[in-house]
């Protein structure tokens, strides 16, 4: 299934701020913050999208940080370190009016 465009771009900024792929300790705090933004389905087609690019542990560590995120909240200071790497790939500190993108730059 296709993903829509503003979900494209944020996997895009994920793949900018994090070309490495995101460590284990960053998961809870970027759903929690991916969470004050999305929808609980858009939070989820995402972190399923990542961990179908890889590892099977990190997939499991990516689906294990969704549950956990709505029971515990990180930190400010976790949430501040994955906020700046997420802006240094190009995510916008405002909140984006993400669903007003045209559907061509799907990611």
Known sequence: MEKPAFLGAII????????????????????????????????????????????????????????????EQPNDADIARVRARLAGGGWPLAKPDLHSWPDAATG
Do not use: C, H, M
Request: hydrophobic content about 40%; overall charge negative; glycine content about 8%.
């Open 12 to 71: 895009g900024w994920l793949r900018a701020g994090y070309p490495d792929g995101v460590p284990d300790i960053d998961y809870i705090p970027l759903f929690a913050l991916l969470g004050s933004q999305l929808s609980d389905t858009d939070v989820n087609t995402i972190a399923e999208t990542l961990a179908s690019e890889t590892d099977y542990g990190s997939a499991e560590a990516i689906r294990a940080a969704i549950k956990q995120v709505t029971n």
